[in-house]
């Protein structure tokens, strides 16, 4: 099948730019941590499944921080029913956007019976979608997957998924431009091993303009990206944004014509008081400053930053002052430098 040729508006924020969603490392820390070098950026949660949710009622995974905004609810799932009900949830909570995934190859989440595996029941994935929008008809819904599974990697495939969620309403398809390969790979060589095809997600959008194609995979470069949005309309960025961070202050600038100049050191001080604040509330400070470990990659004192806070914050106790002495090294190794 394929999408419909109707017109469709995508709503909701704007997708141009995005930090993909990375299991164990997008949380509510990284998200605020993201915030302050990238305000034009979309921001998603770690995927939640509809059963954390509906059955084990862990309600503090969607709890986030009013200055993350724009920030989408990535849920995963395949119950139609439970997954109406979670966007009950993500409104109650005030998220941007629900998306479904429908791009994960682990195994774990295989015997779930969602993620990547999805791509082989595209009436399921259109049931889904269509009591997401029935169940909140104004909270854009979307869907992040691959350009297919094992040996079903031929384009149709890949219609014959999108057609029916297009039709139920779905006007937005993050596109990771890999297969995914559902047995014998890890989550980690699924990211590198299938080899990056972009010209699908391409020829997805040239096909069907009326829908909102975001493109996913191995963007690492201003240029990289900067020829990728000449063909779909937004690109999401994944393990970059994590690794180094900064870059996405070169996004700022290069795609969203940012002028305000930042320095890492402003980054730092905006961190601060949220630091402080998630302390007193019994928050650990290595699950924040995890993920600021990559903040000075490539500058000098970048190792020092990263031994301080990889060994003093996880130490009973550790405040502000772990993140200050921190500072200082970089301080210190500019000034023997110079």
Same mark, same amino acid.
């Not at 966007?87 to 479904?100: C, P, Q, T």
């Given at each position: 099948?394929?999408?419909?040729?109707?017109?469709?508006?995508?709503?909701?924020?704007?997708?141009?730019?995005?930090?993909?969603?990375? %299991?164990?490392?997008?949380?509510?820390?990284?998200?605020?941590?993201?915030?302050?070098?990238?305000?034009?950026?979309?921001?998603?949660?770690?995927?939640?499944?509809?059963? *954390?949710?509906?059955?084990?009622?862990?309600?503090?995974?969607?709890?986030?921080?009013?200055?993350?905004?724009?920030?989408?609810?990535?849920?995963?799932?395949?119950?139609?029913?439970?997954?109406?009900?979670?966007? +009950?949830?993500?409104?109650?909570? &005030?998220?941007?956007?629900?998306?479904?995934?429908? +791009?994960?190859?682990?195994?774990?989440?295989?015997?779930?019976?969602? &993620?990547? /595996?999805? %791509?082989?029941?595209?009436?399921?994935?259109?049931?889904?979608?269509?009591? %997401?929008?029935?169940?909140?008809?104004?909270?854009?819904?979307?869907?992040?997957?691959?350009? +297919?599974?094992?040996?079903?990697?031929?384009?149709?495939?890949?219609?014959?998924?999108?057609?029916?969620?297009?039709?139920?309403? /779905?006007?937005?398809?993050?596109?990771?431009?890999?297969?995914?390969?559902?047995?014998?790979?890890?989550?980690? =060589?699924?990211?590198?091993?299938?080899?990056?095809?972009?010209?699908?997600?391409?020829?997805?959008?040239?096909?069907?303009?009326?829908?909102? $194609?975001?493109?996913?995979?191995?963007?690492?470069?201003?240029?990289?990206?900067?020829?990728?949005?000449?063909?779909?309309?937004?690109? %999401?960025?994944?393990?970059?944004?994590?690794?180094?961070?900064?870059?996405?202050? *070169?996004? =700022?600038?290069? $795609?969203?014509?940012?002028?305000?100049?930042?320095?890492?050191?402003?980054?730092?001080?905006?961190?601060?008081?949220?630091?402080?604040?998630?302390?007193?509330?019994?928050?650990?400070?290595?699950?924040?400053?995890?993920?600021?470990?990559?903040?000075?990659?490539?500058?000098?004192?970048?190792?020092?930053?990263?031994?301080?806070?990889?060994?003093?914050?996880?130490?009973?106790?550790?405040?502000?002052?772990?993140?200050?002495?921190?500072?200082?090294?970089?301080?210190?190794?500019?000034?023997?430098?110079?």
């Amino acid at each position: 099948m394929k999408p419909s040729t109707s017109p469709v508006s995508p709503r909701g924020p704007s997708r141009r730019v995005s930090v993909a969603p990375m %299991m164990g490392w997008t949380d509510r820390h990284d998200r605020y941590f993201m915030r302050q070098i990238t305000p034009n950026s979309l921001l998603y949660t770690v995927m939640i499944t509809t059963g *954390a949710l509906t059955y084990g009622q862990k309600f503090e995974v969607l709890d986030f921080d009013p200055a993350e905004h724009p920030v989408a609810l990535q849920l995963g799932g395949s119950d139609p029913k439970e997954l109406a009900t979670c966007m +009950g949830f993500a409104r109650k909570w &005030g998220y941007d956007e629900v998306n479904l995934n429908c +791009g994960c190859p682990s195994e774990r989440v295989q015997k779930g019976q969602f &993620g990547a /595996c999805l %791509m082989a029941a595209p009436a399921l994935v259109a049931d889904c979608i269509d009591a %997401m929008k029935q169940a909140d008809p104004e909270m854009p819904v979307t869907i992040k997957t691959r350009i +297919g599974i094992d040996d079903q990697d031929s384009y149709q495939f890949l219609l014959d998924f999108v057609g029916p969620a297009a039709e139920k309403g /779905c006007a937005t398809f993050i596109i990771h431009a890999r297969k995914a390969i559902l047995g014998g790979l890890s989550p980690a =060589e699924n990211r590198t091993i299938p080899p990056l095809n972009y010209e699908t997600a391409y020829r997805l959008k040239r096909d069907f303009p009326q829908l909102e $194609i975001i493109l996913n995979g191995g963007l690492k470069t201003i240029p990289a990206i900067q020829e990728a949005l000449q063909h779909v309309d937004g690109v %999401m960025i994944g393990r970059e944004a994590y690794s180094n961070p900064w870059f996405m202050r *070169a996004i =700022e600038s290069e $795609i969203f014509g940012t002028t305000e100049t930042l320095t890492r050191e402003d980054i730092v001080a905006r961190m601060m008081p949220y630091i402080a604040g998630q302390l007193a509330r019994g928050t650990p400070l290595k699950d924040i400053t995890r993920h600021i470990l990559g903040l000075y990659q490539g500058c000098y004192g970048a190792r020092g930053w990263r031994r301080l806070l990889s060994t003093e914050a996880y130490k009973p106790g550790a405040g502000l002052e772990v993140v200050e002495a921190a500072l200082a090294l970089i301080t210190q190794s500019r000034r023997q430098a110079a």
